[in-house]
């Protein structure tokens, strides 16, 4: 029988392009699309497959909490991760709430598809940065891990740069620089900046931040 699954992103030309790659094998069946999280589990509802492929960050919900809503609505299904990020503030979530695999969208079509049917067996299927990121969290210690894009950011932090440098920098917008702050903040368990650096110096991260 082929694996049933349904394609969840907010773009229609992805949409077309990932049913492109998997409605001429007969391995698969593509039994539905949504552009969004409330779609996704009322197509999810009534079609019952056995593997959702959806990117994490859409709009009207977070990838987290669709992956969360369709493990609690429909158990036994698998949920796929296909995503153009793979920093730990996307991929923890993701994983904690019990996505089967996490891959990057620069995945080859012949490994795409042999990750959706390891998925559909329940096996984890990640990415090689995605598993780096994990190992990363797993080695750390509890009270300051930092992810790699976490270090990047307070390193330039600790080197003078406003947020808009650090965003120019890393290709990234301020918003998200101002979310990784958050979480370095919250991590430190300090309130400011430069309280944020001090610690990070005490405790050898900014080192590593500024040697890497």
């Known amino acids: 029988m082929p694996i ?4 969840v992103d907010d773009h229609p030309v992805v949409r077309d392009g990932l049913r492109g790659i998997f409605t001429n094998d007969d391995a698969f069946e593509v039994v539905g699309e949504a552009a969004d999280g409330p779609e996704a589990l009322a197509v999810a509802l009534r079609t019952n ?12 919900m977070s ?6 809503r369709l493990r609690e609505q429909t158990p036994g299904i698998h949920i796929l991760v296909l995503t153009t990020y793979d920093d730990d503030v996307d991929v923890l979530p993701a994983i904690e709430q019990g996505a089967t695999g996490y891959l ?11 990750a959706v049917q390891a998925a559909a067996r329940g096996e984890t299927v990640l990415s090689p940065s995605v598993a780096g990121v994990l190992m990363d969290r797993m080695r750390a210690p509890e009270r300051q891990t930092l992810s790699r ?24 917008t301020e918003a998200t620089v101002k ?3 958050l979480h370095i903040f919250a ?10 650096v001090a610690v990070a110096y005490e405790t050898g991260l900014l080192k590593l931040a500024t040697d890497s």
């Open 179 to 181: 979310t990784h702050m």
């Open 187 to 196: 991590k430190l368990k300090v309130n400011d900046r430069a309280a944020a």
């Open 149 to 172: 894009r976490e270090l990047e950011v307070l390193g330039l932090i600790a080197r003078g740069a406003t947020n808009r440098a650090v965003a120019a920098k890393l290709f990234i």
């Open 4 to 7: 049933r699954m349904i394609i």
């Open 63 to 68: 990838g987290a909490e669709v992956i969360r």
């Open 49 to 60: 497959p056995d593997v959702v492929l959806m990117d994490l960050r859409m709009p009207k």
């Open 104 to 114: 990057l969208k620069d995945t080859p079509r012949a490994d795409l598809r042999r």
